[in-house]
């Protein structure tokens, strides 16, 4: 088969595509490298550096390659910038995907793998969460995944194409390798901030408020390895080649980490006491995030193989060890 990943550049992107070519598969990448990396596109794979809102490229790559089916991780993905710059995100996220479902269509290309997160249910209304949930994001990054859900749903309606829609919960680790791994410029995400510190990047790291209504008044999550996180894509190509119906699922291991928990368990790690600072609270973090993925690992088949918190910081921790920088040189 071959499988056009759209921002295969990217953290989720360049491991899915590293385990599509592990598996046999044939991939094109699209990226235009504003947060992905020329260093972590797979040789093996047939990049075309551009953006999914220039439809006469997008229309190229569609006439010259024969693609089996989409993988869509090219979008913005940071909360807080969401917040700030949310026409930013409406005209990447949200146009891009518009162009994107525009070439398809016309392209005669009905199926696509799409990742959504856990920020379109907002404030959850219980724990776990269900993906018949209610869902009120309450950042831009947010609503406009929900909003980019709805856009397949009444295309696939419209024009008898199919999509699987994951809703990630925290995404960490890296691949074992230790030569691919997250890597953002503006980072704000906990596991790769309290590396920082063992890495000699920074003095401390901040606990973003110890007074919230949880075991030990720290945030809990459900962190995911991004290999797992790969895997389930997989699993949701195959789902849509065998003519499955258009669905959505949760992705995460369903056991909930506090930050404090996070932070204990990099100790371990890396041998290193990793001093904190306790600070406000972030705007808009719920206390908790915990996925019921038995959806996807009823329907797709999907068990995530990465379960153990020190497992999953170990192998981010071989990554940020060795690549300080990320892909900087
Ligand atoms: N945190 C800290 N200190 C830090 C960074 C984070 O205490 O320096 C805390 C946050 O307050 C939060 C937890 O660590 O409680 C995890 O924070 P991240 O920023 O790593 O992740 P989020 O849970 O905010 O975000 C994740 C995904 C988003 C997605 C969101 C859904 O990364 O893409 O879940 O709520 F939108």
Not at 115 to 132: C, F, K, N, Q
Not at 200 to 223: N, W
Not at 231 to 239: P, Q
Not at 295 to 319: C, F, M, N, V
Request: charged fraction near 25%; charge should be negative.
């Amino acid at each position: 088969m071959t499988i056009l990943v759209l921002g295969g550049a990217g953290y989720i992107g360049s491991h899915t595509v590293f385990e599509l070519i592990d598996r046999g598969e044939d991939v094109v990448i699209i990226d235009n490298l504003e947060t992905g990396h020329i260093e972590a596109v797979h040789p093996k794979a047939r990049f075309y550096q551009g953006d999914i809102r220039d439809r006469a490229f997008l229309d190229s790559v569609f006439d010259k390659e024969k693609i089996d089916a989409v993988i869509h991780f090219a979008a913005n993905s940071l909360v807080g910038e969401s917040m700030t710059n949310p026409l930013k995100y409406y005209d990447n996220n949200l146009c891009g995907t518009k162009v994107l479902l525009e070439s398809m269509v016309a392209h005669g290309m009905d199926k696509i793998v799409f990742s959504s997160t856990a920020a379109t249910y907002g404030e959850p209304e219980r724990i776990p969460i269900l993906e018949s949930d209610k869902t009120e994001p309450t950042n831009t990054y947010g609503e406009t995944k929900l909003s980019m859900e709805k856009m397949f749903k009444w295309t696939g309606l419209a024009h008898g194409l199919r999509y699987v829609s994951l809703r990630y919960f925290n995404a960490c680790g890296a691949h074992k390798s230790g030569e691919i791994g997250e890597a953002h410029t503006t980072e704000t995400h906990l596991i790769p901030l309290v590396l920082q510190v063992p890495n000699k990047q920074r003095e401390s790291v901040g606990i973003y408020g110890d007074d919230y209504d949880t075991k030990d008044g720290t945030c809990i999550r459900d962190y995911i390895h991004v290999t797992d996180l790969a895997a389930a894509h997989i699993l949701a190509v195959k789902y849509l080649v065998e003519g499955n119906e258009s669905n959505i699922f949760n992705l995460g291991n369903g056991i909930g980490f506090t930050v404090k928990e996070i932070i204990e368990a990099a100790r371990k790690v890396t041998g290193d006491p990793i001093k904190t600072v306790v600070t406000p609270r972030r705007a808009g973090d719920p206390a908790q995030l915990i996925a019921s993925s038995e959806k996807a690992r009823t329907i797709l088949g999907w068990k995530p193989e990465h379960t153990d918190i020190e497992e999953i910081i170990a192998s981010a921790w071989k990554w940020h060890e060795k690549h300080p920088n990320g892909f900087a040189k």
